[in-house]
């Protein structure tokens, strides 16, 4: 089963649930709390929902924001269409026209399998906020080319779930290493045990462990480490132990 469904909340709601997030955060992990007291309190931002924000995924696909976004301009010149075209048009465009667009054939099938899926309306994105986290990710990565990252990111960014915890994101294990000074990257045990007390706002760490990369070491943070890293042996608060190292 998954978590519960939630509605996307408005701004000031979803103010109130970044305030509760912070003072969570704050109270079970000093270390966060030391980089929430830096960075101020904060919100993963809002992105493209429905078959916009998971094809621009794939567009997206490893390589750099630039290339994407030269990919991009040329399917709107291509549609006559602001942001990316809808799905019908990928459906009825040609191979040659997509290719001429930027679209390598991997990500072109990627597309095609993705719009397939919307207009014959076996993936429906208005169905996605009602669905638990789990409910979601299965049935997006039933698409060709979108993996648990793709999906994760759609929760956090576009569903807005609180508690979503990609393990396998290199920037959330760099922001990890970074704030409490592991030697190497953590494995996802490590975040997994870390995350057990971030719940159930382990979306809005991430946010913060994605935002502490953007800033140089703090003063109290490598001290507050060092203390947090010190108590890896005992159960604190009822919780998991937190592991010495990767």
Known sequence: MGAPPLSVPSSPSREGVAQRAASHLSSSDPVLREVIAKLGVQSPRRGRSGFEGIATAIVYQQISGAAGNAIVRRLNESAGTRGIPSAPWFVSASDA??????????????????????????????????????????????????????????????????????????????????????????????LLRLGARWRPYRSFATHYLWQSLQRPAWSGLQEAAKSFRGSSRRKLTGLVEIPRGP
């Open 97 to 190: 026209r997509l290719r001429a667009c930027g679209l390598s054939p991997q990500k072109l099938a990627y597309l095609r399998d993705l719009s397939s899926r919307v207009t014959r309306g076996s993936l429906d994105f208005s169905r996605l906020p009602r669905l638990g986290d789990e409910e979601v990710i299965e049935a997006l990565t039933e698409v060709h080319g979108v993996g648990r990252w793709t999906a994760e990111m759609y929760l956090i960014f576009a569903l807005r779930r609180p508690d979503i915890l990609p393990v396998d994101d290199l920037g959330v294990r760099k922001g990890a290493a970074h704030v409490y000074s592991y030697r190497s990257l953590p494995s996802r045990r490590t």
